[in-house]
């Protein structure tokens, strides 16, 4: 491989290493909750599931 070949390919598993996501502490999961939404697909239309 050329030098320019290696040096690329190092860059670009530099870059896949930075972009990867890190580990979240639970404490900080569990304190922020969930804002996430339940939501279902009826014949094409997006409905909330409450309660959820």
């Known amino acids: 491989m050329k ?8 860059l670009s598993m530099a870059a896949f290493a930075i972009a990867a996501p890190i580990d979240v502490d639970a404490r ?3 304190a922020s909750g969930n804002h996430g939404m339940c939501v279902k697909a009826t014949a094409g239309n ?5 309660d959820c």
């Open 28 to 30: 900080q999961v569990a």
């Open 3 to 10: 030098f320019t070949a290696v040096v690329a390919a190092v």
């Open 46 to 50: 997006l409905e909330q599931i409450p």
